[in-house]
């Protein structure tokens, strides 16, 4: 495991929302009144897992725009996250999941490693928490 740990200067990013901002399920009412729902649909994975058809993409995104991005997404009812190890984004991620409040349970993500971090390294622990 590679638990994602929160750096100091996340706590300097995080921010106060509006009552009124988007939540999962809400209707949008557009301009000419027919009014849209902010669901994402889910797959049914062989081992149970839902996994939503639309993720949210983190790729060159980067600090506090990564951080309030991610958080808009979760806020705004997106359930699935895709970030990547080579994205340097990864503790940004985790700092919007948990400052969301939303549920890990309830959440998909996916990540992607490079095979130079797959085994263990030089002190026999796995790579990623050999660096």
Known sequence: NCPLQSPPEISAMKREYEEDELTPGKKLKLADGEQVS??????????????PQ???GTYKTKGESCFS????????GYRGMDTASVYANEKEVGAAIRESGIPRQQL???TKLWRSFVGNGKNGKPR???E
């Open 128 to 130: 990623c928490d050999a």
């Open 38 to 51: 902010l669901t994402v649909p889910n797959l049914q994975l062989n081992t149970g897992a839902q996994m």
């Open 108 to 110: 998909f993500i996916q």
């Open 54 to 56: 639309v993720m949210f």
């Open 69 to 76: 991005a991610v958080l808009s997404a979760l806020r705004s």
